[in-house]
């Protein structure tokens, strides 16, 4: 056995002798201790800047967000693995596999928890820390192409959520995924094939289970470690976070750095405990719901969207399907897309809300939001019936153009008027505008969620 441990130990050094003569590094210390440190310090800032500006060490300026939702992502490829042990993707044992996971699996229940509510929260984190870079500003260059990356992120992780949410394939996985791909019909000229393609035909059955499992455990995970990977890459790159400042104060070209080890690395490591404590205790508490076996004959009343999508499904309650599945969204997607790419008057990144004017202004739609939105509900529920007045017009001109074109005037003339009364610039009118459209999203999904009874009807959560 020695001999061949020579000739291993032999080998080793000749390979060492040869990696060394194509890439010299100098700098690599000689004691076998030291070596590990460098390896291991230089693994940690391939992600990160080997320094950061003090500044960027606040909590309050990022809350921990983007380390919350990299941590939860991991918690989820650990979990999910485990998870694969025991679930069967066909319609006759999934159901079955998820009964055994949870009462004949040791730690079976609480897994299947940790992984169910480290989906909803990480929706939630993920959607939090992408407004906590718009309120900062930390979008403007050399950022811009970042936040592209964090929309693509954003899209996967609702992915995730939506192609799991079919696997326990129970009656509340079954007929909220028949509901949410059900409204692709809508789109025109391709929805109908489109939503051939996501069920795997004409209806939810084993064709649609085994392509949501294969996108939910293979596509998704690798597109996430890819994006994850540039988006942490493109953040380096960038020189880190934004630094924080004041409304009117300058940025300073050369801030205090100090070192990410120990510095940003005990922070985020406290950040990470702290969350997963939190999970785990979550989990041990609440359990993830499983109804009764899904039943194609039988559909729940009412039966809804995943939460993430209640917002859509409610546009869906007063607007004709193609502005509210196809027009409205299409239309959002674009402005985000193009978000970091207009014309500001100036970079106010780093400043929360941008300036104190900025502040007052959003507080401004916030509050019209909250009171114009219910208001809308209320009325198209209640009051207005569009569709009864204009017998004979057509539903997508009627329940679709018209009232779209009057909410669409409603925006632009809240635009103009508070853009002239506060003398704002294109900074604080689009910030202004963005807050706007966020509060009504907010109370919507809000109403889609909690304030939807047997039906579909408007009824009050008590």
């Known amino acids: 056995m020695k001999p061949q441990k020579r000739q291993s130990s032999g080998i080793s050094k000749c390979f060492h002798r040869i990696f060394q003569s194509i890439f010299p590094d100098p700098l690599i ?45 991991i918690l989820q490829f650990g979990t999910g693995l485990l998870l694969k042990f025991v679930y069967k993707p066909i319609p006759v044992a999934a159901y079955t596999s998820i009964q055994v996971l949870q009462n004949e699996v040791m730690f079976g229940q609480l897994i299947r928890n940790i992984h169910h509510w480290c989906a909803n929260f990480l929706v939630l984190i993920v959607f939090l820390h992408m407004l906590r870079v718009f309120f900062t500003g930390a979008f403007h260059p050399p950022r811009q192409f970042n936040w592209i990356v964090g929309l693509g992120l954003f899209g996967l992780v609702l992915t995730a959520n939506f192609t799991g949410y ?55 995970p690798f597109g996430l470690i890819i994006l994850m ?25 050369k801030p205090i750095r100090v070192p990410t080890l120990p510095n940003l690395l ?39 969207a995943p939460w993430y999508f209640s917002g859509i499904q409610e546009m869906l309650m007063h607007f004709h399907p193609f502005f509210s599945l196809f027009i409205i969204p299409i239309l959002m997607m674009i402005a985000l897309l193009c978000l970091p790419y207009i014309d500001y008057e100036s970079n106010t990144s780093g400043v929360w809300f941008g300036s104190f004017k900025g502040r007052k202004m959003a507080l401004v739609a916030a509050i019209t939001a909250t009171i114009a939105t219910p208001a809308g509900i209320l009325a198209d529920e209640y009051m207005i019936d569009l569709a009864a007045w204009m017998q004979g017009v057509p539903p997508s001109i009627s329940n679709g153009l018209i009232p779209f074109m009057i909410i669409l005037v409603g925006i632009i003339g809240f635009y103009v008027l508070i853009k002239r009364k506060y003398s704002a610039t294109n900074n604080e009118a689009i910030q202004t505008l963005f807050v706007l459209f966020l509060v009504s999203f907010i109370i919507l999904t809000v109403t889609g969620v909690w304030f939807r009874g047997i039906g579909m009807k408007f009824v009050l959560p008590f």
């Open 29 to 73: 210390p000689k004691s076998e201790q030291e070596r590990k440190r460098y390896l291991l310090k230089n693994l940690i800032l391939h992600f990160r800047p080997a320094t950061v500006p003090e500044k960027t060490l606040k909590f309050s300026l990022t809350w921990g967000l983007g380390g919350m939702a990299a941590s939860l992502i």
């Open 266 to 304: 005990v922070r985020e490591i406290v950040t990470a405990i702290v969350l997963l404590a939190f999970i785990l205790v979550f989990a041990m508490v609440f359990n993830a719901p499983l109804e009764s076996k899904a039943n194609p004959g039988l559909s729940p009343n009412p039966t809804k």
């Open 229 to 253: 990977s540039f988006h942490f890459w493109r953040t380096r790159k960038a020189g880190g976070l934004v630094i924080p400042r004041a409304p009117q104060e300058e940025i300073k070209e």
């Open 166 to 220: 079919l696997l326990p394939y129970d009656q509340l996985a079954y007929w909220a995924v028949t509901v949410s791909t059900g409204v692709l019909e809508y789109i025109p000229g391709i929805g109908v094939l489109l939503q051939e393609m996501v069920r795997g035909g004409s209806d939810i059955g084993p064709a649609t289970l085994s392509i949501f499992f294969a996108i939910h455990t293979a596509m998704v």
